[in-house]
């Protein structure tokens, strides 16, 4: 075997060898983007699922923005009328989080407090 041949059979299996690590490239590649779409898509189903849950246990729809939702959760006291305990709100927070904020008061307070 010459040098020439021997240079020859080193090029061709280092051309082997690049062309099968950019196919494992690849696969790892296309494997990840679809393990971040499929988290994307479970991420999106669930925040889906809270928002509908809450909306189906109100009793009234009260306004709505870009990110916001407003709703009567609940008649605590019977009245037919909305108070402020009785109201949720839903907030989309920057990192696509869902945020639910309500009045909790304290159990020893009167309605007079």
Do not use: C, K
């Amino acid at each position: 075997m010459t040098l020439v041949e021997l240079l020859l059979a080193l090029t061709v299996s280092g051309l082997v060898a690049a062309a099968g690590l950019s196919i494992l490239y690849a696969t790892s590649t296309a494997t990840e983007l679809r393990n971040d779409a499929r988290r994307l898509v479970v991420s999106a189903n669930a925040l889906d699922t809270r928002i509908r849950q809450e909306i189906h246990n109100a009793l009234s729809f009260l306004d709505a923005g870009t990110d916001t939702l407003i709703l009567w959760a609940h008649d605590e006291n019977s009245n037919g009328a909305v108070n402020l305990d009785e109201i949720v709100l839903i907030e989309r927070h920057t990192n696509d989080q869902l945020l639910r904020y309500a009045i909790d008061w304290p159990t020893d307070w009167t309605q007079d407090q």
